[in-house]
């Protein structure tokens, strides 16, 4: 048995309470960094939380004291807190992974040296429309202009669709690190969640993403209509991605499938990821389950992260009033093997991810007819 290992969590948003929902069947105290009645720490009842934040590297060193093994649900964290920590406690994944993967140049530019495919791109370093107009020439338009740093729900990203949306695109993303991406025409976006154990890299089914206005909105588990080769290839690219970073836990590694068939690396994360929702229905053990057990070295049978059945993941996401995920949910309850999962954030906000309902169904097929009601809600409320 082990020793009633404690873990703390920097962050206590939806990804953290997902986490302590699998902490807590193990009976294992997750200690939570994050501001006071967090969505984690609404559904852990201790008094080993911390008050603060995860940038603060006061906060850090405070959660320090109280846990073992330190762990992320974002990565927009104070690293050097982390790598100061780091001597008393284990971090993971690591803070170097962490450091290097918050920023999405820096990301790019590691793994471009371990041959990762991925959309070519230029780094802005005086941010002025003269420099990005002659990025442009090089890139081609259109083109996705991204900020390095702090980036996430697609809050970050602005499409270039010509030279004339230039000053456009530097005012959205004013006093950001930025770098531009060509545009990636691509048929698909895949994904994989990739769990690092102390000696092992597993990986969950290849699954399909689709993103609204740069926000994830459904996962299909498996990917359809993907070829058995195009599958194999993404469960490749992933696990040679994330092989190249250090520490253990659950990674998302997010893909483009291009019109010719090749795939390219869209980004990573050194977490658990939106498109791995879909695994606490669909698998033995979710996402959430097999991170913990990676960071506190617990087996994970390689078998658990097999597709059980066919799932389908819908976000519901903050709509243009502030009870709009209150009416998705409710359209929900009516659906058969919907699981709904609600976050506790209070009020929606236009694009706030306040939930998530999984469907299930003995094939895609029949798991598609049945959320589609729900679909066609979700997508009358759009703010
Ligand atoms: P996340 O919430 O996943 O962290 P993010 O804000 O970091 O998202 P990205 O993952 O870089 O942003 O991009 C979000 C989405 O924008 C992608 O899933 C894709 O749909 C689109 N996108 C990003 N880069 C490109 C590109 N180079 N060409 C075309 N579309 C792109
Ligand atoms: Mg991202
Ligand atoms: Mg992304």
Redesign the pocket.
Known sequence: MWNSPKVGILGGGQLGRMLVESANRLNIQANVLDVDNSPAKQISSHDGHVTGSFKEPDAVRKLAETCDVITAEIEHVDTYALEEVASKVRVEPSWQAIRTIQN?FNQKEHLRKYGIPM?EHRELVNNTPEELAQIGEQLGYPM?L?SKTM???????FRVNSKEDIPEALEALKDRPLYS????Y?KM?LAVMVIKTKDDVLSYPTVETV?ED???KLVYAPARNVSDAINQQAQALARKAVSAFEGKGAFGV?MFLLEDNSLML??L?SRIH?SGHWTIEGCALSQFDSHIRAILDLPIPPKSLELLQPSIMLNIIGGATPDSHLKATQAALAIPNASIHLYSKGAAKPGRKMGHVTVTGATMHEAETMIQPLVDVVDTMRA
């Open positions: 999405k959309a996705m991204k980036a996430y729900d697609g809050r970050g990203n991406e060509k545009w990636a691509f976006e993103q740069s926000i994830c997010e869209c980004e994360a939106n």
